[in-house]
Structure formats: structure tokens, C-alpha cells
Nanobody, 129 residues
Framework: QVQLVESGGGSVQSGGSLRLSCEVWGVSLDEYVIGWTRQPPGKEAEGVSCVDYSGRLTNYRDSVKGRFSILRDNVKHTVHLQMNSLKPEDTATYYC??????????????????????WGHGTQVTVSR
């Protein structure tokens, strides 16, 4: 049973930084693609970033490129999302998501609801002007 536990959300001012963490329990992390998906208030979920099982292949939605970085530590069963230069439009509930795929893979950020099988409970990020 895959368990994804997010932490690190909070409230910051525009331009600030936050680091989200996703602890993965119940499976071998090095067999899973891990992603971050967010749901802004009143909007549908949208993919933010993802990393393949090895950590070598990553992907980001255009609006966060150059500001967000996804890092995985398979030894510590954790995947981080470092978010810098935050903007009010980054305000959302952020979910850690996963799908088993132990192969080199250009993971998608589009349509996360269709792609990722496992979801965490989410952590809130609020960015004020």
C-alpha cells in the first residue's frame, strides 16, 4: 500500500520560498515516478512537476520553470519540491502523486488525474501580495 505524506506548506509573501516534502511509505521509492500536482481555489488540479524513478529525468509546467526544483532522495524515501520566487498565482493545495514505473521515463505534467494512481492528502500553500 502506497502512502504519500506531504509537509512543508504554509503562508509566504510574494517572492518568498517554501520547500515541500513528500515521504513515501509502503513501497520501494526507486520503482516509482513521483510528481507534484496542485489545485488552486475554484480550479481543476494541474500538474506542477515530476521526476522519474532514477531522479535523472524531470519535468515542469511552464509557469514554474526556473523557480521550482524537484529532488528525490531514495535512501530517505523522500521527494522535495523547492519553490522559489513564489507568486500569488502559486496559491493552491499541493498534492504528492505517484505511479509505479521503474524505467527511464519522461513523466508528464499534463492531466495528472488520468496519469497518477496514488495521491497524498495535500498541503496548503498561500502566497500573498
Amino acid at each position: 500500500q502506497v502512502q504519500l505524506v506531504e509537509s512543508g506548506g504554509g503562508s509566504v509573501q510574494s517572492g518568498g520560498s517554501l520547500r515541500l516534502s513528500c515521504e513515501v511509505w509502503g513501497v520501494s521509492l526507486d520503482e516509482y515516478v513521483i510528481g507534484w500536482t496542485r489545485q488552486p481555489p475554484g480550479k481543476e488540479a494541474e500538474g506542477v512537476s515530476c521526476v522519474d524513478y532514477s531522479g535523472r529525468l524531470t519535468n515542469y509546467r511552464d509557469s514554474v520553470k526556473g523557480r521550482f526544483s524537484i529532488l528525490r532522495d531514495n535512501v530517505k524515501h523522500t521527494v522535495h519540491l523547492q519553490m522559489n520566487s513564489l507568486k500569488p498565482e502559486d496559491t493552491a493545495t499541493y498534492y504528492c502523486v505517484a505511479i509505479r514505473n521503474p524505467h527511464p521515463y519522461h513523466c508528464p505534467v499534463e492531466d495528472p488525474m488520468a496519469h497518477y494512481r496514488y495521491w497524498g492528502h495535500g498541503t496548503q500553500v498561500t502566497v500573498s501580495r
